[in-house]
């Protein structure tokens, strides 16, 4: 299966910050989605972003499937943006339609 | 907007005792999906359904768990004996698309721990 990697694995901002975060595949990838999990557990879908740029308020993300990873842009954070992101994906042409999720980025915002 | 809804949100059970964990998928989605968060790691994936059968499933679902769709709407989870071991997040998804593509949707999971 495809790997997925993170960064950064932690990130700690002061309100009102900007930030990115990263994903990076070892292949092809499709289906590519942005998840946040809020402190009591939820996962809440961001994007579903398999190529281009979406934009939802002050959150952003762009996948450049062909280099192989997708971005998240965070602006003006709030604290209620704390939690864990995580992307997810399944590579093309697996014959499996299972997303494979990176360990996440976990993040802080204090006021 | 539609979404795909889990009961219990928490259920605290003795190992060795059986769990059904449910989720209403929405409804025009034809693949149906578990996935496990273990506290403090990612989200794996552990069964897809499709078609009224099992389409894949990952190493960690073995014989213990089952998958069903007993009527229209309910797509269930079962854990025939937990151990301490299935303490967990399960999150339940659906996917309207046939196919590679198409959004994946969760549900707000159903957290299990087995004392």
Known sequence: ?????????????????????????SDSVNNLQWFHQNPWGQLINLFYIPSGTKQNGRLSAT?????????????SSQTTDSGVYFCASH????????????????????P | EPE?????SHQVTQMGQ???????PISNHLYFYWYRQILGQKVE???SFYNNEISEKSEIFDDQFSVERPDGSNFTLKIRSTKLEDSAMYFCAS?????ETGELFFGEGSRLTVL
């Not at chain 1, 996948?63 to 602006?75: F, N, Q």
């Not at chain 1, 697996?94 to 360990?103: D, N, R, V």
């Open chain 1, 1 to 25: 299966g495809i790997q997925v990697e993170q960064s950064p694995p932690d990130l700690i901002l002061q309100e009102g910050a900007n930030s990115t975060l990263r994903c990076n595949f």
């Open chain 1, 63 to 75: 996948t450049v499937a062909t280099e192989r990873y997708s971005l998240l842009y965070i602006s």
């Open chain 1, 91 to 110: 590579a093309v042409g697996a014959g499996s339609y299972q997303l494979t999720f990176g360990k996440g980025t976990k993040l802080s915002v204090i």
């Open chain 2, 4 to 8: 795909v809804t889990q009961t219990p």
């Open chain 2, 18 to 24: 059986e769990v059904i964990l449910r989720c209403v």
């Open chain 2, 45 to 47: 994936f552990l069964v």
């Open chain 2, 95 to 99: 996917r309207r698309l046939a196919g």
